[in-house]
């Protein structure tokens, strides 16, 4: 077993960045009213962000059991926010896909996050508002190169 090796710069960002994050995430959702439970609005953007996908996926990316993720899917289904199809592939399994009326909530449990950050943006000036921007970029290319396989 090798020694332990001091945190680098690197090491600390990562870990200041996921700390900072957590710390805005959790502001947004002590303080925001949203149209759904949490972890039903974070299910419905993984759907989202995912396209259509079978409930053992959902379930291994949200690290959870299948009868777990079907008792959430049936939720959002029920509130008719994702729907069941036949996987073509497949037609023992099931595909879930968001609705139009999921896109529509999603976008206010969105709004309704940002309206609990904005505030605090806006105390921010020009320069700090600039370098938040250009940061969101770069997270948003690391996160983009994370999602492309090598």
């Known amino acids: ?12 960002l990562g870990s200041s960045l996921l700390g900072v994050v957590a710390r805005l995430n959790r502001l947004a959702n002590q303080r925001a009213q949203p149209p759904l439970p ?17 409930i053992s ?19 959002l289904e029920d509130a008719g926010l994702v ?12 595909l879930i896909r968001i609705t ?7 976008t206010r449990v969105r709004a309704d996050r940002a309206a ?16 938040l921007g250009a940061a969101v970029d770069v997270i948003r290319r690391l996160l983009d190169n994370a999602q492309t396989p090598k």
């Open 116 to 131: 609990v950050i904005d505030p605090l943006l806006a105390q921010l000036d020009d320069a700090d508002r600039a370098a």
């Open 38 to 54: 949490w972890a039903q609005a974070r299910l419905l953007s993984t759907i989202e962000v995912q396209g259509e996908a079978r």
């Open 100 to 106: 139009a009326e999921g896109c529509r909530t999603l």
């Open 83 to 94: 729907t069941r199809t036949v996987d073509p592939g497949d037609a023992r399994a099931v």
């Open 1 to 12: 077993m090798s020694p332990a090796r001091p945190p680098s710069d690197d090491t600390e």
């Open 57 to 75: 996926d959902l379930a291994a990316l949200d690290h959870c059991s299948q009868p777990t993720m079907t008792t959430q899917v049936r939720r």
